[in-house]
């Protein structure tokens, strides 16, 4: 079993930055690759951004090109997603995922989430 556990939101002003953090635990944590999403109230939730476990390979959402920049530190087990230039409409619930096969799809494991609110 992998549990995840995202850490890093809080209340930030726009313009400002954050970093998110997901730690994840398990007797054999080897994912295809880890994605963050986030769900803002009354919509669906969003892919925003993934990176491939093996070589480091990233993808993101056009909504936040530019500004979030995922990474990760395979030896702790943790990613990472650096938010800059925040907006008001980046307030969501993050959340950090793991995907057996792709970078887009098949996120099996969720951590509980982590609440970022951008204030303007």
């Known amino acids: 079993q992998v549990q995840l556990v995202e850490s890093g939101g809080g209340l930030v002003q726009a313009g400002g930055s954050l970093r998110l953090s997901c730690a994840a635990s398990?007797?054999?944590?080897?994912?295809?690759?880890m994605g963050w999403f986030r769900q803002a109230p009354g919509k669906e939730r969003e892919f925003i951004a993934a990176?491939?476990?093996?070589?480091?390979?990233?993808y993101y959402a056009d909504s936040v090109k530019g500004r979030f920049t995922i990474s990760r530190d395979n030896a702790k087990n943790t990613v990472f997603l650096q938010m800059n230039s925040l907006k008001a409409e980046d307030t969501a619930v993050y959340y950090c995922?793991?995907?057996?096969?792709?970078?887009?799809?098949?996120?099996?494991?969720w951590g509980q989430g982590t609440q970022v609110t951008v204030s303007s």
């Open positions: 995922a793991a995907s057996r096969f792709a970078l887009t799809s098949g996120y099996n494991y």
């Open positions: 398990g007797r054999t944590f080897s994912p295809y690759a």
């Open positions: 990176i491939r476990w093996s070589d480091g390979s990233t």
